[in-house]
């Protein structure tokens, strides 16, 4: 792409409105745009972003047997009514009246209409266990959306529910999720970061479990153990005073981002709808769920969370919108026209940097986007082209024609 | 993909809710489920075709320039106040109020966002043209839905919005992107039955055009010029005696679905909007729009009711969930496995009917989904397979050994 067909441009003004990091320079690197609190569109160079997020998510969520559906926003008042959640969420839940009287609310989730379609192919034991997933934005009514994209009234989620016959068998798909999870967080870089965290079960189970990204802009407390790579979360801290897992009693305070949470339901769906199967006796049970979500616009926020400096963001491979940057600060465009074709034809995503601007706002912008691998074309440096890494202090001089190679080495 | 692990079961019943061959066909099959009129769900099978659907209509976009972005469905009362449209199109949106009284609507269109959010980055006509495109669900009031998912009150659409600083540049455009929906739909096999139609251009535009596919089931009347390939709607055939391309008054008239309108907005939007640039000297002119819609759930159910017969869907290969359906008839599954193992280690998928129900229900369910290519295993054909197109009659026989080689050739 060259940068004088983007649709962004950057900008150098800090918005007062935004106080969070993440906002600040998804904004100013024209990533998002805030249509309004908590409602933001994704821009080009974002939609990348999050297309990447997207699509490492759903090799994980196909890994673990999820099959991919796309359920409705708009929803029926009577399903929430049958859980009792038309009461017990009114203070998050969107709601709208039509003419003819009808009620519908705009899900923040799908418990309420995953668990009927279920019922519609789940009869037996041999139907067991199924997992089902979606991406789709859910809605959610927040007074004070705050922290940039990461608490937003509208956002993007990948939301799984899990149905199986046996607590056994739901026991063994959480572990898996859980392994699912862990591989997601890798591949975006926050493995270091992002600890499993103990929360509140509710009725059902004694625990759920959240992922929770360390970052001074968390709005979590958590407790990471000091014996494992465990946390509690600061809602059961009081009652759990040793870790679940290896049963220390030592941890360390740490603000936190939610950035995942799975969650043993149990029956506590499948009763109100009566989602049952039929057992290998022939007996009828309730089927047993459990439910997996992760935030994607929250991810692109918690990544430049914790992927930034005091210059910009600095993307991991894996997710960035184009992983070469090019600048050509040469007077005439030859050399850096041919780079770009050769990295083009070589299948190399990049942002090439063509405009008429100053060397000077040219290597700011490259430092605020943050792409992986920035490549310098200018007079000064001849028949060399200057690599970096945006991660990396240093910069090298390497011949022009070694660049592809260079390029397409890992880790350069 | 082992039907055994599949979410969704068919089903033999008709459904009475149902009166449109595309609902009947598509909830039968597994491909969608009706949470409430007008309002369905994608299941997997669903999902996948809409996949296809839509990455053909992205590769057609990012061709002529179109960059992708996603803006949100909760859109501020007061951008559409600005615009007039808050009670011209009241009948249409849904309208939400918020504890602190603010009103929101959901989005059915989106100029009233896109229009201040191209202002911030549209400054010179050198920032002139660009072109914007999302993939979003929209909303629309529709106190009767019907026919299906061809007119529902949440759907997929392709909408796109383009700026230019002249007419001629949105003119030459408008012919570039009528080039491009005319791809898509050749593309998705519609090309014989879709019309570029004249239609009501509205107070800034003398016509706009619509993409009719004709099909009994249409809900919309168009005249076909029986002197050249394009054809006018019934709105304007009243004003409209001659053929507005070719002259000539002899039309034909045809029952049609609208699959896509694009649309010369001229300053429709730009003004209410303030959406203006700076030309070469200097002065101050609006911003000329053009803006081109696509429905995705609508051409799903568009391709269902042109590509079906009595017995089931008959999906181009573009689309189709799996381009094969294997089918083991044999009492054990030795051969089948070995088939779907090397039919999945060359790439190719397909959907492996491993249920031990009877062969007429496994047959009649492979005419009911629909896949392009038909593969049977069974004690009768031995050493060899059945290969069979689902949209021919006729059946081969082939040596197993030359299975993998017959699916890898196009068109057997």
Redesign the interface.
């Known amino acids: 792409m060259r940068q004088?067909?983007?649709?962004?441009?950057t900008s150098k003004q800090l918005n007062q409105e935004e106080t969070s990091a993440n906002a600040q320079l998804l904004v100013r690197g024209?990533y998002i745009?805030k249509?309004?609190a908590g409602?933001?569109?994704?821009?080009?160079l974002g939609?990348r972003v999050?297309d990447h997020i997207e699509q490492i998510i759903r090799e994980e969520m196909d890994a673990v047997?999820g099959?991919?559906?796309?359920?409705?926003?708009?929803?029926?008042k009577d399903n929430w009514v049958k859980t009792g959640r038309w009461d017990s969420m009114r203070d998050i839940l969107?709601?709208?009246k039509?003419?003819?009287g009808h009620e519908y609310t705009?899900g923040p989730t799908h418990e309420e209409?995953v668990v009927p379609?279920a019922k519609?192919?789940i009869q037996s034991y041999?139907d067991l266990p199924?997992s089902?997933y979606q991406f789709q934005?859910k809605?959610r009514?927040e007074?004070r959306p705050k922290s940039g994209i990461l608490r937003g009234?509208?956002f993007?989620m990948k939301d799984m529910y899990s149905f199986h016959a046996t607590v056994e068998d739901l026991d063994a798909y959480y572990e898996r999720v859980t392994a699912a999870y862990l591989r997601v967080f890798t591949r975006l870089g926050l493995q270091d970061v992002t600890y499993l965290t103990y929360a509140s079960g509710g009725v059902f189970s004694k625990y759920s479990h959240e992922f929770q990204t360390v970052t001074p802009a968390g709005e979590d407390t958590i407790y990471i153990c000091d014996g494992c790579r465990l946390a509690i979360n600061h809602e059961i801290r009081h009652e759990t005073p040793h870790c679940p897992s290896c049963g220390k009693d030592q941890f360390t305070t740490a603000k936190a981002i939610e950035v995942g949470n799975i969650f043993k339901l149990m029956t506590k769906f499948s009763e109100p709808f009566g989602l049952g199967f039929t057992d290998a006796s022939g007996a009828r049970l309730p089927v047993i769920m459990g439910c997996y979500g992760m935030g994607l616009t929250r991810l692109l926020g918690t990544i430049v969370e914790i992927d930034h400096d005091e210059k910009g963001i600095i993307w991991p491979e894996a997710v960035a919108p184009y992983r070469v940057h090019l600048l050509n600060l040469s007077k005439d465009s030859v050399q850096a026209d041919a780079a770009y074709a050769s990295l083009q034809a070589a299948g190399v995503s990049v942002l090439y940097d063509d405009r008429l601007v100053s060397p000077g706002v040219k290597l700011g912008d490259a430092d605020l986007l943050g792409l992986p691998q920035r490549v310098v074309i200018s007079q000064k440096t001849g028949t060399n082209v200057e690599v970096k890494l945006r991660s990396q202090p240093d910069s090298q001089l390497i011949p022009f024609d070694q660049l592809l190679a260079t390029l397409t080495t890992p880790n350069v």
């Open positions: 004088t067909q983007l649709f962004t441009k024209g745009d249509l309004m409602v933001y569109t994704l821009l080009p939609r999050v047997a099959q991919e559906v796309s359920m409705p926003a708009l929803q029926p969107y709601t709208i039509d003419e003819a705009l209409i379609l519609q192919f041999k199924i089902i934005s809605f009514k007074l009234r509208e993007l």
